[in-house]
């Protein structure tokens, strides 16, 4: 929280809340849980610190139970040139500190922040992005946000993003 106070001083936005978002949409929950709780799949979270989005998955989220992760960097591209993907979905972002560069999704929490934070999704602005580190069911599979470490999905918390 503090460090969130720290990038609010320093001119940073926060364009995406994932409790406000799945506020805006309870289904995505149920959907989640569901294949959480079906033990015949191996697709899904574990669940091992709670359901996700409960009071409980928050409260170990808190508490340190439910791992947490932050990256900062630089916006270097976005998708516009994919046919396939609606513009602007999907950032590509030089990672402060590390010779990689990482993919993050552009979403919005309703049409209002939509309106309102758009104009900060461009090339050579800084994005900060807080991640929760929850278990998959299925304990090799790789992301590119925290190399290394398999059967973790890399949950976007909150994206907070500086106009340059």
Known sequence: MQEELLLLEQGY???????????????????????????STSMGLKGDY?????DEWWENIDNGNIETYVTSGTIIGLNEENPFMEANKV????????????YGGVDFTNEEIE?????LFKVG???????VLDKLKED???ND?????????PLVNKIYIKDY
Do not use: C
């Not at 936005?13 to 079906?38: A, G, Q």
């Not at 709670?50 to 409960?54: K, Q």
């Open 115 to 119: 309106i309102r934070y758009r104009n």
């Open 145 to 153: 946000i925290i190399e290394g470490r398999l059967g973790i999905l």
């Open 50 to 54: 709670g359901l996700y989005a409960t």
């Open 91 to 102: 950032t590509t972002i030089k990672l402060d500190n590390e010779e990689r560069e990482i």
């Open 125 to 131: 602005n800084k994005i900060v992005t807080f991640y």
């Open 13 to 39: 936005k926060l364009v995406f809340d994932l409790k406000l978002s799945l506020l805006m949409n309870p289904e995505s929950i149920k959907e989640t849980h569901e294949v959480t709780l079906d033990q």
């Open 140 to 142: 090799d599979t790789w």
